[in-house]
């Protein structure tokens, strides 16, 4: 399963690239890219584990930008 979702706040192309590198890390994530000029993730990895990636995704950015937020609507 592969999804994009707009980012909020991302002031930092150096903050993208450590979020998309640790993202990348998640057990399961197949594959993880963030553009810090569309402002824009996108997740792929197993459907049934789609869910708890994208909140630990979500945890992630929090910790390397605390303003920054996954927009998930």
């Known amino acids: ?3 994009t ?3 909020k706040d ?3 192309a150096n ?3 450590k979020m998309e590198n640790a993202i990348k ?3 399961g994530v197949q594959n993880a890219q ?3 000029m569309t402002q824009k993730i996108t997740l792929e990895a197993p459907e049934e584990l789609f869910e708890k990636i994208l909140q630990d995704a979500m945890k992630i950015c ?3 930008e605390p ?3 996954i927009i998930t609507k």
Do not use: G, N, T, Y
């Open 5 to 7: 979702f707009k980012m």
């Open 67 to 69: 303003d920054c937020v």
């Open 25 to 27: 890390r998640i057990e």
């Open 15 to 17: 903050c993208a690239a």
């Open 1 to 3: 399963m592969k999804k």
């Open 10 to 12: 991302l002031d930092c």
């Open 62 to 64: 929090k910790k390397i």
């Open 34 to 36: 963030i553009s810090f």
